[in-house]
Nanobody, 115 residues
Framework: QVQLVESGGGLVQPGGSLRLSCLVS????????MGWYRQAPGKERELVAQ???????NYADSVKGRFTISRDNAKNTVYLQMNSLELEDTAVYYC?????????WGQGTQVTVSS
């Protein structure tokens, strides 16, 4: 059973930084394409950033230049470094693992940006 556990969310002031982590267990992490998504109240879940098995990355326009996704295959973990946080970044952030047609989600971690 593949499990994803996110951590690192919290309350931060505008302009601050947070680093989210997602630990994957139950399978071979390096086989998966990984992604971070977020869902704000009343809105649909949206892609934030992706990183492929080979390290190729992709970002939503709204976070380019502020967020960085990375992975450590030795630690079965994907990270999302979030800098220059804005009020609009407030959301529940979810980790996603995908391999062919198999898709797994974490339970989410709340990020609140507020002064």
């Amino acid at each position: 059973q593949v499990q994803l556990v996110e951590s690192g969310g919290g309350l931060v002031q505008p302009g601050g930084s947070l680093r989210l982590s997602c630990l994957v267990s139950g399978s071979i992490f390096s086989f998966y394409d990984m992604g971070w998504y977020r869902q704000a109240p009343g809105k649909e879940r949206e892609l934030v950033a992706q990183i492929g098995r080979g390290g190729t990355t992709n970002y939503a326009d709204s976070v380019k230049g502020r967020f960085t996704i990375s992975r450590d295959n030795a630690k079965n973990t994907v990270y999302l470094q979030m800098n220059s946080l804005e009020l609009e970044d407030t959301a529940v952030y979810y980790c996603k693992a995908k391999r062919v047609i198999a898709v797994y989600w974490g339970q989410g971690t709340q990020v609140t940006v507020s002064s």
